[in-house]
């Protein structure tokens, strides 16, 4: 089954820098990589996909992306803002039907 | 006007009790999820239905019973709680599997005592 490796496992940004977490999967069927935000006392929130057909997409200050051939994907968040600090999830699901499985999360601290 | 309302938020309790969690979504989508998130924020899913009908069952003991009266809800009972079960339990529901959104619910933080 797939398997999804995130690192760092936590982050520390000074204000205004940028931001970048790595994942990488197992499973060459993937095709589906998501990103959550976890804020505290919270449940996940979906902040940006991307799926296999694009090799990057972006929305405002964060951006993914994608390769395939080296079976990674990346999170890149600039302009760091007291409000990114969260735990970020990445996550891969292999095809319509299957289950989004998570990797282990990333503690991102924005430091003042 | 919650999407997904999971209940109770906390839930303390004794070793060997009975436990149920609730959870309802008003998105009208098709398949709903439990998720297990333990003391280290790893998120682990438990178990899929769509329209009503298990998908995925993954390796949960059988004293996690879901159930799904119909497509808006899905509840977890939990017989004869052990210590290990204490973990945050997340309810999500997408539009129809594994390659869409997932909208989760706030979590129920689940202590055994």
């Known amino acids: 089954g797939e398997n999804v490796e995130q690192h760092p496992s936590t982050l520390s940004v000074q204000e205004g820098d940028s931001a970048v977490i790595k994942c990488t999967y197992s499973?060459?069927?993937?095709?589906?990589f998501p990103w959550y935000k976890q804020e505290l006392g919270k449940g996940p929130q979906l902040i940006i996909d991307?799926?296999?057909?694009?090799g990057e997409k972006k929305d405002q200050r964060i951006a993914v992306t994608l390769n395939k051939t080296a079976k990674h994907f990346s999170l890149h968040i600039t302009e760091t803002q007291p409000e990114d600090s969260a735990v970020y999830f990445c996550?891969?699901?292999?095809?319509?039907?299957?289950?989004?499985?998570f990797g282990k999360g990333t503690r991102l601290h924005i430091l003042p | 006007d919650t999407a997904v309302s999971q209940t109770p938020k906390y839930l303390v309790t004794q070793m060997g009790n009975d436990k149920s969690i609730k959870c309802e979504q008003n998105?009208?989508?098709?398949?709903m999820y439990w998720y297990k998130q333990d003391s280290k924020k790893f998120l682990k899913i438990m178990f899929s239905?769509?329209?009503?009908?298990?998908?995925i069952n993954e390796t949960v003991p059988n004293r996690f019973s879901p159930k799904s009266p119909d497509k808006a809800h899905l509840n977890l009972h939990i017989n004869s709680l052990e210590l290990g079960d204490s973990a945050v339990y997340f309810c999500?529901?997408?539009?129809?599997?594994?390659?869409?959104?997932?909208?989760f619910g706030s979590g129920t933080q689940l202590s055994v005592l």
């Open positions: 999500a529901s997408s539009q129809s599997g594994g390659w869409e959104k997932l909208f």
């Open positions: 499973d060459s069927a993937s095709n589906y």
């Open positions: 991307i799926r296999s057909n694009v």
């Open positions: 996550a891969a699901s292999a095809n319509r039907d299957d289950k989004i499985i």
């Open positions: 998105l009208g989508h098709d398949t």
């Open positions: 239905y769509n329209n009503k009908e298990l998908i």
